[in-house]
């Protein structure tokens, strides 16, 4: 399992956008990925999901992934946070 620790860095935070792209970013792996939110776990390739967690600016989130691709699929969303979703 590969886990890393994500920050939401967008003024905007989680919203309908940046949820679409975290989930079609996930959608490319075969690996299992989740985001935790405090105690909450949802699937990082339903976008619901990802909207449902209300992750505003400065939220801590923990990223997991468990696959053959797992290492990839973390450092591709990952990369979607550190780029502030291209949105600032």
């Not at 691709?69 to 990369?79: F, G, L, S, Y």
């Amino acid at each position: 399992m590969t886990e890393k620790l994500l920050t939401v860095l967008n003024r905007a935070g989680i919203h309908a956008r940046p949820a679409a792209l975290i989930a079609q970013t996930a959608n490319k792996f075969s690996s299992e990925i989740t985001i935790e939110k405090d105690s909450a776990s949802v699937n990082a390739k339903s976008i619901m999901g990802v909207i449902t967690m209300a992750a505003g600016y400065n939220t801590q989130l923990t990223l997991k992934a468990e696959g053959s691709d797992e290492k990839e699929a973390v450092e591709a969303i990952a990369q979607l946070f550190e780029s502030k979703f291209e949105e600032d």
